[in-house]
């Protein structure tokens, strides 16, 4: 991409000035059209950065953004429930189910997260009767579910098309193909609170980490978003637009596409210490046997790739420590570690996840 002359922008916070990063703008509606210019934009923009905002604007994406809308509408309700009525079945896999607050590292050292979530997958909102909380287990809020899972796939996966298009893949070998909505995967809608929090509280943001999806198309109105650039040295913040959703690639995407593409290092920090903030995130995962090669040389299968990181990250810190760095940020290495990195031998995969920075929090997601 051509050298901006942007004056960069930036916000306060934690008592200094943090970047803001600017993001290239896709188009949904020539994606659809598959418009030439537009798939060289895209393709472009994950395998240099990463990420960009998806324009749902037009006439093909508002219907998303409505159901945007009304997702948020079930989760303000679900959130405001009883903590026994949002866990009456707590995490039934890791792709399924609640999680309170506090039940993984916080982003600064010595802390727990600052937020709650409820994750329904694909494959299990399709079932006659989804394991839900009954909070939410009825026909207008399955409804809702149904239509923003469908809706956000639909855009991930013409995202992967035109991928395919724009890096020449025919056949099997086209990314979608391993995406097939009939085969079995992880694929999953994550409804996240985050609770007002200021930089000295125990519970604290979302720390930084790659997703383990091949796409996450996310939703979030409120400031708390931070990317580390490929090259960058420190993390700045997403700026949320009206009318567009964030799209980042994950593991799955760069492994797929033969480590030719970004993953994007990503965290969620309180930049509003008083606000409640509030985010919706489809993973747009490989089906559960796909095969791939990750960064320690390993072929490995999507769903063996899920089930170690997340075994990692809900390790302890003393185990966590064990693991290859390549585990925790999907192969991608931070400018500040990058003389660490070359120093280091590679050992032996392990499913656990390491620090990088003793004092940041490293997460799988």
Known sequence: MAISTEVPKTVEWNGKQVPVYPMEIIDFSKLL????????????????????????????????????????????RFFDAPLE?????????????????????????????????????????QKDSPHLPAVIKNSPDMKVLEHAIAGANIATKTILSALSTGLGLTGAAR?????????????????????PSDPTAKN?????????????FLFAEQWGLQVR???????????????????NVGDSLRFASGHTMQSCIHRVVPLDPTEHRYSIAYFL????????????GRLIT???????????????????ALAPSSMILGGMTEEDEVAEAQT??????????????????VQVY
Request: charge should be negative; proline fraction near 6%; aromatic fraction near 8%.
């Open 33 to 76: 059209s598959q418009e030439p210019i537009e798939i060289e934009r895209l393709v472009r923009c994950c395998q240099e950065e990463g990420y960009f905002y998806l324009d749902l604007r037009g006439i093909d994406g508002r219907r998303m953004l409505e159901d945007q809308q009304d997702t948020l509408k079930l989760m303000y």
């Open 85 to 125: 009525a949002k866990n009456e079945f707590g995490l039934v896999a890791p792709h399924l189910g609640y999680e309170p607050i506090g039940s993984r590292t916080g982003v600064l050292q010595d802390t727990k997260d600052g937020y709650e979530m409820i994750k329904v997958s694909r494959d299990e909102i």
């Open 175 to 195: 990314f979608e193909n391993s995406h097939r909505n009939d085969r079995p995967s992880t694929s999953t809608i994550a409804m996240m609170h985050y609770i």
């Open 204 to 216: 604290i943001g979302h720390q930084k980490h790659t997703d383990i999806s091949s796409l996450t």
């Open 229 to 247: 650039p490929p090259g960058s040295k420190e993390f700045g913040f997403v700026e949320p637009k009206d009318g567009m959703a964030v799209i």
């Open 285 to 296: 995962r490989a089906e559960n046997d796909t095969m791939f090669t990750d960064s320690e």
């Open 302 to 320: 999507a769903g063996q790739w899920h089930d170690e990181k997340f075994f990692a990250f809900t390790s302890p810190p003393e185990i966590q």
């Open 344 to 361: 280091q031998t590679k050992d032996a995969p392990s499913p656990v996840v390491g620090a990088t920075n003793l004092n940041e929090s």
